[in-house]
């Protein structure tokens, strides 16, 4: 926040004030508070400095909720990732299994692959970093249940590309 010297309306005096944050004139004791950069200081009663203090802690309220949310959605993003990953290698084994006659193991793999994929959307979904108005970190009002959906068909294109990888390596 910028820093600014003023002439205090009240006694005259030069008072340093940050924009946007309430102080007390040392020499008049009366308290001044400048809007933004474009606006000249005005003396402050208690209530209307009560109404700038509940701005001012709302205002940092919600910047604190949306750094949260920044932090949240970074991590939700990479354990998505690491998911989605471990999906392709999981077909891609499967496929090979299946090919080598592995049939029963390759399956079991499969099998596992979906009941996993399910649990992961329906937990992540629920996990998935929302704002106290139900809006994503980019502001987009979410629906918890469309997003598990997103994450089961990210799931399947994920495996999809594993088989389409283990295909290739077993035919060269
Ligand atoms: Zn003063």
């Known amino acids: 926040m910028e820093v600014k010297e003023i002439l205090c309306p009240s006694c005259g005096a030069h008072v340093k004030i940050k924009v946007g944050e309430p102080v007390v004139c040392e020499y008049c004791n009366s308290t001044l508070y400048v809007e933004d950069d474009n606006s000249a200081a005005s003396v402050v009663d208690k209530k209307r400095l009560e109404e700038l203090e509940m701005r001012a802690y709302q205002h ?6 949306r ?3 920044i932090e949240q959605s970074k991590k939700w993003k990479t354990l998505r990732r690491i998911f989605n990953i471990a999906y392709c290698i999981a077909t891609f084994f499967v496929f090979i299994l299946v090919n080598m006659n592995y049939t029963g193991a390759g399956v079991m793999i499969w099998l596992l692959t979906i009941a996993c994929a399910i649990t992961e959307a329906i937990i992540n979904a629920s996990r ?5 108005n139900g809006r994503n970190v980019s502001g987009v009002k979410t629906n918890r249940g469309l997003v598990g959906v997103r994450i089961l068909l ?4 994920w495996g999809m590309i594993g088989i389409v990888i283990a295909a290739i390596v077993s035919i060269s």
């Open 67 to 69: 750094e949260a949310l």
């Open 128 to 132: 998935y970093p929302l704002d106290s």
């Open 60 to 65: 940092r309220q919600a910047e604190s909720e």
């Open 154 to 157: 990210s799931a399947i294109g």
